[in-house]
């Protein structure tokens, strides 16, 4: 299946946990394409997938991670040592929370690429710095985030499969026809009519401080993830050691919030606007490429946005090819429209600010 086949990156290991699953073979007469799937689309998605692993495109250039690590190290040495030359004043305060702040968000790119396999070819490695990086420099689980984001990326947008769109309808009301629904079934949970109102104040703001702060300890340890959580510790251990040598403890909570507040911001805003202003409903079991190509849009591409969104300004690209190391997106964008023009399909690609604004 084109799913198995985006996803892992060992497919002669990863194959033999299958034969436990097998419970037959079809009749020669049989369709392999359900009804539901483009036979087509699903036919011109392979032959792309083969051209792309003939250009090379899923080969990672390790060189590229190397100095996005180093600069997130940089950076997350850099707001500590700025508190220790400068004191601990308003503004050395304030410059020092922006500068972990920007190492934090950068971490949670890198882990991203580490998460997707998409850093080594070697699995063993990419989750040896998974951990490293998502458990000691963030302070999160790794296999948590594997989880969810594994989730997530199988059925995108599919209400009950995809746990990025849970929040519906008990904090927002999300898609066109899951809110016509709710209205039928008369079911209110929020003000929904001031959703784009308390959206600001809700969950860019709040979703890593309260929400995933607790989240992740709960399935680490619910799970025995015993690894993760060992950890996880370090980061809490190095923070408030170095930080606490520095601040009083007051500050020095006050600090950890406030970077997580902005770094929850951050995350929000890029993340959801992506998927947030798309298809949102039911799961309908189409192929592969269909399920992808209609949750997802693209922001354009800079410099600067694809350093902000961690590459993720390539959305589609990354949803269609998820172990593609991030550098080579632009390089298969132009036959995934291609791809899109020939099947009919909307490849949609705004300014970044549009892309805000679509969210709201």
Request: with cysteine.
């Given at each position: 299946?084109d799913?198995f086949?985006?996803?892992h990156?060992?497919?002669?290991?990863?194959?033999?946990?299958?034969?436990?699953l097998?419970?037959?073979?079809?009749?020669?007469?049989?369709?392999?394409?359900?009804?539901?799937?483009?036979?087509m689309?699903?036919?011109?998605?392979?032959?792309l997938?083969?051209?792309?692993?003939k250009?090379?495109l899923?080969?990672?250039n390790?060189?590229?991670?190397?100095?996005?690590?180093?600069?997130i190290?940089?950076?997350?040495s850099?707001?500590?040592?700025?508190?220790?030359?400068?004191?601990?004043s308003?503004?050395p305060f304030?410059?020092?929370?922006?500068?972990?702040?920007?190492?934090?968000?950068?971490?949670?790119?890198?882990?991203?690429?580490?998460?997707h396999?998409?850093?080594?070819r070697?699995?063993?490695w990419?989750?040896?710095?998974?951990?490293?990086v998502m458990?000691?420099?963030?302070?999160?689980?790794a296999?948590?985030?594997?989880?969810?984001h594994?989730?997530?990326?199988?059925?995108?947008?599919?209400?009950?499969?995809?746990?990025?769109?849970?929040?519906?309808?008990?904090?927002?009301?999300?898609?066109k026809?899951?809110?016509?629904?709710l209205?039928i079934?008369?079911?209110k949970?929020?003000?929904?009519?001031?959703?784009?109102?308390?959206?600001?104040?809700t969950?860019?703001?709040?979703?890593?401080?309260?929400?995933?702060?607790?989240?992740?300890?709960?399935?680490?340890?619910?799970?025995?993830?015993?690894?993760?959580l060992?950890?996880?510790?370090?980061?809490?251990?190095r923070?408030?050691y170095?930080?606490?040598?520095?601040?009083?403890?007051?500050?020095?909570l006050?600090?950890?919030?406030?970077?997580?507040?902005?770094?929850?911001?951050?995350?929000?805003?890029?993340?959801?606007?992506?998927?947030?202003?798309?298809?949102?409903?039911?799961?309908?079991?189409?192929?592969?490429?269909?399920?992808?190509?209609?949750?997802?849009?693209?922001?354009?591409?800079?410099l600067?946005?694809?350093?902000?969104?961690?590459?993720?300004?390539?959305?589609?690209?990354?949803?269609?090819?998820?172990?593609?190391?991030?550098?080579?997106?632009?390089?298969?964008?132009?036959l995934?429209?291609s791809?899109?023009?020939?099947?009919?399909?909307e490849y949609q690609?705004k300014?970044?600010l549009?892309?805000?604004?679509?969210i709201?």
């Amino acid at each position: 299946q084109d799913a198995f086949v985006a996803f892992h990156v060992d497919k002669v290991l990863v194959s033999k946990y299958l034969k436990s699953l097998q419970i037959g073979e079809l009749a020669p007469d049989q369709p392999s394409i359900e009804p539901t799937k483009n036979e087509m689309m699903v036919k011109d998605f392979r032959e792309l997938r083969d051209t792309v692993e003939k250009m090379g495109l899923l080969e990672p250039n390790q060189l590229f991670f190397l100095l996005h690590l180093a600069h997130i190290l940089l950076l997350d040495s850099a707001a500590w040592l700025i508190l220790f030359y400068f004191g601990t004043s308003f503004v050395p305060f304030v410059v020092s929370l922006l500068v972990l702040t920007i190492s934090q968000v950068q971490a949670s790119w890198l882990q991203h690429d580490l998460g997707h396999l998409s850093v080594f070819r070697n699995t063993k490695w990419n989750h040896l710095l998974h951990k490293f990086v998502m458990c000691h420099l963030i302070g999160a689980s790794a296999k948590w985030w594997t989880l969810l984001h594994s989730q997530h990326h199988a059925k995108p947008n599919c209400f009950h499969k995809d746990p990025d769109i849970d929040m519906h309808p008990f904090l927002f009301t999300l898609g066109k026809k899951l809110s016509v629904e709710l209205g039928i079934k008369k079911k209110k949970y929020m003000p929904y009519n001031h959703q784009h109102k308390y959206f600001f104040i809700t969950l860019p703001p709040l979703l890593f401080p309260t929400y995933f702060h607790c989240h992740t300890f709960y399935i680490a340890y619910t799970k025995r993830y015993w690894v993760d959580l060992a950890w996880m510790m370090t980061f809490y251990i190095r923070f408030f050691y170095t930080y606490g040598s520095l601040l009083e403890i007051k500050s020095v909570l006050a600090y950890y919030f406030i970077f997580r507040m902005l770094e929850s911001s951050w995350f929000v805003w890029v993340s959801q606007m992506n998927h947030i202003p798309m298809d949102i409903y039911y799961d309908k079991n189409l192929d592969w490429a269909s399920t992808q190509l209609q949750a997802t849009c693209n922001v354009e591409q800079s410099l600067f946005n694809d350093w902000f969104t961690g590459h993720l300004n390539f959305q589609i690209e990354h949803h269609l090819f998820p172990t593609m190391p991030r550098h080579n997106y632009w390089k298969v964008a132009p036959l995934v429209k291609s791809l899109c023009a020939k099947h009919g399909i909307e490849y949609q690609c705004k300014p970044l600010l549009t892309a805000f604004a679509d969210i709201v």
